[in-house]
Each structure stands twice: as structure tokens, then as C-alpha cells.
């Protein structure tokens, strides 16, 4: 099975009508209110990711995994938080392992068609949101690797068409990694 690339709105009006069965929104330690996709999906849920970050049942701490159904507010039943651990660069090599394992939860949990909302970046670097999704895209991409036969399809969401300009640099990093990303 090859696993396929694509790109999607993660915007509230859009989640009800997502090709996914399951959501991976990897999330920083400390936030306190969800932001980005998450936001988003936090939305379409009446605010229960906050609670649940508010009340301390989900903090983002380094692997740290809370499984949540959706109950019918988005298309995708399942919703995974995993956390990133303190707020860093995409590049950092915590983040990219993070990322990693992440990817085995959900492939674990037998997912095998996934959307991945990135999280909001970090305060240092939250002028270049657009450049920071597309970095966490690249390191999807990369870590997918021995992964990608026990997906069907990940799905990239983006909020506010984030990574829409950076398509074609995810499509030949993807090709060079021989993961297939259709052109429509």
C-alpha cells in the first residue's frame, strides 16, 4: 500500500467534510488556548480542547497522547493530541522526533487515513506561521519514510491557506522521498 499525500482546508466550515478518519494536532507545552488548526477544530467541538488543556488532562509534554472522539463535528471520528514538548523550531531534532512518533501512534492506533493540523508557531517565530507549517510539512514528509506503508492517505491541513504557496516544494520533496502527492 502506498501512502498518498494531499492537502486540505482545516478550517472550521471545511472539517465537517474531512476525507480522514483520524486527526493527529501536535501540540506545544504550554499553550493555553488552542490556536491554528486546532483552533479550528476546537471550534467545531464547543471548546473541549481548551477544557481539556485548561483543566490539565492534556498539558503537550514531550509524547504525551490524549485520544478524543470528534462526536460527529468534523468528518474524521478520531482526534489525536500529541504533544511537542516545550515550544521550538520545526527543525530542532525533538520536534522532528516528535513528529515521528506521532505518526507511529496513529499508525499503531490503525489509522490509515490521517490529517495533520500543525500547531501555531511558537511566539519567536509567529510572523512566519506560513514558513514554520511548511517546515513541520518537510519533516513529516521526511520522517514518513518507513512509515508510509501503513497509511493509506495523510492529509495536510491548512488554516487560512497557509501552505498552499509552499505546495510544489512539499510535492518534490515528497517525490524525491517516493511518497506519491497527485497534481489534482
Request: charged residues 25%; hydrophobic residues 45%; aromatic residues 6%.
Amino acid at each position: 500500500m502506498a501512502c498518498e499525500l494531499a492537502l486540505a482546508s482545516g478550517h472550521r466550515r471545511a472539517l465537517p467534510r474531512l476525507a480522514a478518519e483520524s486527526v493527529l494536532l501536535p501540540t506545544f507545552e504550554g499553550r493555553s488556548q488552542p490556536r491554528n488548526v486546532a483552533g479550528h477544530v476546537d471550534w467545531r467541538l464547543c471548546g473541549r480542547l481548551a477544557r481539556l488543556i485548561r483543566d490539565g488532562r492534556f498539558v503537550g509534554r514531550p509524547s504525551e497522547v490524549l485520544l478524543t472522539p470528534s462526536q460527529g463535528r468534523i468528518g474524521a471520528a478520531r482526534l489525536f493530541l500529541f504533544g511537542l514538548g516545550r515550544p521550538a523550531a520545526p527543525k530542532e531534532p525533538h520536534i522532528r522526533e516528535r513528529l515521528r512518533e506521532g505518526l507511529e501512534v496513529m499508525a499503531d492506533a490503525g489509522a490509515d487515513q490521517v490529517a495533520i493540523g500543525f500547531p501555531a508557531a511558537p511566539s519567536f517565530l509567529a510572523e512566519a506561521e506560513d514558513a514554520v507549517d511548511a517546515d513541520l510539512a518537510l519533516q513529516v514528509i521526511d520522517v514518513l519514510g518507513p512509515l508510509a506503508d501503513r497509511f493509506r492517505r495523510l492529509v495536510f491541513l491548512q488554516s487560512e491557506g497557509g501552505l498552499q504557496p509552499h505546495l510544489e516544494t512539499l510535492r518534490r520533496f515528497a517525490h524525491d522521498r517516493g511518497v506519491p502527492w497527485p497534481t489534482t
